[in-house]
């Protein structure tokens, strides 16, 4: 069992920046692949930014040169660093530690707000 906890979010205004932070437990971090993802109310949840083993990255189309997400290693830890916020980014945003083939954990998601 992987446990996964976000932290970070909160409300903000058009065009701030927050930062979200992700540590999901066990002593191969390293090989995890991790990824942040979103679901706005009366939305699927979609795919924002995701970082392998190896640190390839991918974003979603919406958040590109935005976004950037990393991960530190030593900490266990993913940050999802968000800027030029928009309202159509509020969501509840959660975390996914893909442990191996068939073991995926999910933290219990960090709301952000933007609006003034």
């Known amino acids: 069992q992987v446990h996964v906890v976000e932290s970070g979010g909160g409300l903000v205004q058009p065009g701030g920046s927050l930062r979200l932070s992700c540590t999901a437990s066990g002593s191969t971090f390293r090989l995890y692949d991790m990824g942040w993802y979103r679901q706005a109310p009366g939305k699927q949840r979609e795919l924002v930014a995701r970082i392998d083993s190896s640190g390839n990255t991918n974003y979603a189309d919406s958040v590109k040169d935005r976004f950037t997400i990393c991960r530190d290693n030593a900490k266990n830890t993913v940050y999802l660093q968000m800027t030029s916020l928009k309202p159509e980014d509020t969501a509840v945003y959660s975390c996914?530690?893909?442990?191996?083939?068939?073991?995926?954990?999910w933290g219990q998601g960090t709301q952000v707000t933007v609006s003034s």
């Open positions: 996914n530690a893909d442990v191996s083939v068939g073991f995926s954990y």
